[in-house]
Nanobody, 125 residues
Framework: QVQLVESGGGLVQAGGSLRLSCAAS????????MAWFRQAPRKKREFVAG????????DHSDSVKGRFAISRDNAKNTVYLQMNSLKPEDTAVYFC??????????????????WGQGTQVTVSS
């Protein structure tokens, strides 16, 4: 079965950096659009970044553009989220998601059929 396992979360001070990883198994990774979403307490889950199957095309939300960068390594079946200049408002559970039905990156969570369990990121001020 499809499994997405996130890692790399933790506690960091404002201005610091973290790199999240999401290891995928049970699917042909290179044929899936991948994305990162996040959900803060009492808030809806929101799109953070997405990457096309080849990695050539990416999309980042306005709130993280210029600070976060999504990338993927199809040989390792892994997608990454490099997070720099972290702010307290970035505190959330971060989820990776996979979509095998479309070619383009989408920002709607309903596009993504598979989800990881999430990893907590906490940014202290």
């Amino acid at each position: 079965q499809v499994q997405l396992v996130e890692s790399g979360g933790g506690l960091v001070q404002a201005g610091g950096s973290l790199r999240l990883s999401c290891a995928a198994s049970g699917l042909t990774f290179s044929t899936y659009v991948m994305a990162w979403f996040r959900q803060a307490p009492r808030k809806k889950r929101e799109f953070v970044a997405g990457i096309s199957r080849s990695g050539f095309s990416t999309d980042h939300s306005d709130s993280v553009k210029g600070r976060f960068a999504i990338s993927r390594d199809n040989a390792k079946n892994t997608v990454y989220l490099q997070m720099n200049s972290l702010k307290p408002e970035d505190t959330a559970v971060y989820f990776c998601a996979a979509d095998g039905s479309r070619r383009l990156v989408g920002r709607s969570e309903y596009q993504y059929a598979y989800w990881g369990q999430g990893t907590q990121v906490t940014v202290s001020s």
